[in-house]
């Protein structure tokens, strides 16, 4: 069974500022895909950044980058210049790439608010 | 794309009555997800599917709960006869079959559906 744990229920970060938001996991997989996902108030899930578990470089999005730490099976998520639009909840998750295991297993998330 | 869509946005009902929720996947996947979010459960998934059969079901909570997907563009989520713990945010996801290298393992979430069961 895999599993997503985010320790950080919530969150706070001064406007233009860097916040790292942690996730950890557990498989069973050597191959696998993690994903950040943001749900802003208006409830949509907004696919922020993934990664793959076989690249050992780090994936970057504009603002958004990862510590993609395989060994330790660490996944933080790092927002730099944070702006008010970032405020939401954010969802670690987790895909197998085996056979059967195509669905995502979420964090319980951990909510950001940016404060100007 | 117009991204999945999914209908309606926002459902209330009396308990005891049917619900159907709606989505239309992105034209070329081949799998769809329906996850259910709860404030007790969070994101979990119900069911899903891939060319519009039923892989993994074992996520819909009882009986009360079916899911259909008749072609590649539709799939229903019923639940009949609906009860308050029903109420929560229905998301339907589409993904297309994964591929190394590519962009094609991600899941794309609709908008949700949210569901009050009164």
């Known amino acids: 069974a895999q599993t997503v744990t985010q320790s950080q229920p919530e969150m706070s970060v001064q406007e233009a500022e860097t916040v790292t938001l942690s996730c950890t996991y557990d498989?069973?997989?050597?191959?696998?895909?993690l994903f950040w996902y943001k749900q802003p108030p208006s409830r949509q899930m907004i696919l922020v950044i993934r990664?793959?578990?076989?690249?050992?470089q780090n994936a970057t999005e504009n603002r958004f980058s990862v510590n993609f730490q395989k060994a330790a099976k660490s996944f933080s998520l790092k927002i730099s210049d944070s702006q008010l639009g970032d405020t939401a909840m954010y969802f670690c998750?987790?895909?197998?790439?085996?056979?059967?295991?195509?669905?995502?297993?979420f964090g319980k998330g951990t909510k950001l608010s940016v404060i100007p | 794309d117009a991204g999945v869509i999914q209908s309606p946005r926002h459902e209330v009902t009396e308990m005891g009555q049917e619900v159907t929720l709606r989505c239309k996947p992105i034209?070329?996947?081949?799998?769809l997800f329906w996850y259910r979010q709860t404030m007790m459960r969070g994101l979990e998934l119900l069911i899903y599917?891939?060319?519009?059969?039923?892989?993994?079901d074992s996520g819909m909570p009882e009986d009360r709960f079916s899911a259909k997907m008749p072609n590649a563009s539709f799939s229903t989520l019923k639940i009949q006869p609906s009860e308050p713990r029903d109420s929560a945010v229905y998301f339907c996801?589409?993904?297309?079959?994964?591929?190394?290298?590519?962009?094609?393992?991600?899941?794309?979430f609709g908008p949700g559906t949210r569901l009050l069961v009164l």
């Open positions: 996801a589409s993904s297309s079959l994964p591929l190394a290298g590519g962009y094609q393992e991600t899941q794309y």
């Open positions: 498989t069973s997989e050597n191959n696998y895909y």
């Open positions: 990664q793959e578990a076989y690249k050992q």
């Open positions: 998750a987790l895909r197998g790439s085996g056979a059967g295991s195509y669905q995502l297993t």
């Open positions: 034209s070329g996947h081949d799998y």
């Open positions: 599917f891939n060319n519009n059969v039923p892989i993994d």
